[in-house]
């Protein structure tokens, strides 16, 4: 984004926090780096290993030194995965953070802002100048860092260490719904900012909030959309589905009425005891990998309805404090 393509409020808030914005932008640069260099490294140890005619589950002497050091290289590239899954869950509230101390609650706390209103610009133009440029950042870095992780998880699902997509720092790390945690972070830090006027105060308030909603979502995202079901007659194996999460198993009787997985579990005759309940087969309700994008946007509207109503409140206070 150049100064010189920016006009008023937002051209001061690039130069204000110009160097964060760069710094920023280098870390963002090196990570992405990092992850297409460490997928290259794999990738190379992975044709080097199918030289050599090993195999690894069937380890024959004289390919155990091979074997070792071509997984050592796949766990690599998944821890690498599992960290840089985590810092992306982390980033939403370092934005947002950023936002409630730096660049508002610091000015509200100092009274800086007074020399902005000061010269014909209105405290709706100011802070709709304060969020509009991270916001406008945030979506387009949030967006090619997801895309990053997403493609480097894509790949990673062809070796003996995959990463399931459901895992809380791989679902949080790719699709849309990284972007709209990071809205709904900037939207939380600035209305914490308005209301508490005070830098770290604020900021821990951010903080807490997003933990909040983390926890929230990860409790209630399974019910975002429904299961898929699956049946199997009474004394059939039951096929279990792989990459799938939010297993729950149980029975069903003749009319449709289930039996949980725990009704006959200390029963010293299991038959008798489901023919004693009626039940006739076994089900097991799961979300396939297939209903990753359904979760994912539906969560991430939830987050930017919240956001938009963080930022409609933040307005309102700040309206109400300063007229």
């Known amino acids: 984004m150049s100064t010189l393509a920016l006009r008023g409020p937002a051209r001061v808030v ?22 297409g260099v460490a997928w290259w490294v794999t990738s190379a140890a992975a044709s080097t290993f199918d030289d050599t005619g090993c195999s690894v589950r069937h380890t024959v002497h004289g ?12 766990l690599y590239f998944n821890h690498l995965l599992g960290y840089a899954g985590v810092a992306m869950m982390v980033l939403p509230a370092a934005f947002g953070m950023f936002v409630a101390g730096p660049m508002i609650g610091r000015e509200l ?20 100048a304060k969020l509009a440029v991270p916001a406008v950042l945030t979506v387009s870095g949030v967006s090619v860092l997801s895309a990053v992780y997403g493609w480097a998880w894509f790949r990673a699902r062809g070796t003996n260490y995959p990463v399931q997509w459901f895992e809380p720092q791989v679902y949080g790390a790719m699709g849309p719904a990284p972007v709209g945690y990071a809205l709904l972070c900037l939207a939380l830090g600035a209305l914490a900012a308005v209301l508490v006027r005070r830098t770290l105060p604020a900021m821990a308030v951010t903080a807490a909030a997003y933990a909040v909603v983390l926890v929230v979502m990860n409790a209630v995202r399974g019910d975002l959309w429904p299961m898929r079901t699956d049946t199997t007659d009474l004394g059939r194996e039951i096929p279990y589905p792989s990459a799938a999460s939010d297993v729950s198993v149980g029975w069903m009787t003749g009319g449709g009425t289930r039996l949980g997985g725990t009704t006959c579990v200390s029963a010293d005759d299991v038959d008798a005891c489901m023919a004693r309940h009626g039940a006739v087969s076994q089900y ?18 939830i987050l930017l309805v919240l956001a938009a109503a963080a930022v409609a409140v933040t307005f309102r206070v700040l309206r109400r404090s300063h007229g």
């Open 14 to 35: 690039v130069l204000q926090h110009r160097r964060t914005l760069w710094i920023t932008g280098a870390l963002a640069l090196v990570g992405i780096v990092l992850m």
């Open 63 to 74: 390919c155990g030194i091979a074997v070792r050091h071509f997984l050592s290289v796949e």
């Open 109 to 128: 706390e100092d009274g800086t802002y007074r020399l902005s209103w000061s010269q014909s610009v209105s405290p709706a133009r100011w802070l709709t």
């Open 284 to 301: 097991i309700d799961y979300h396939p990998a297939a209903h990753f994008w359904p979760l994912q946007l539906i969560e991430t509207g």
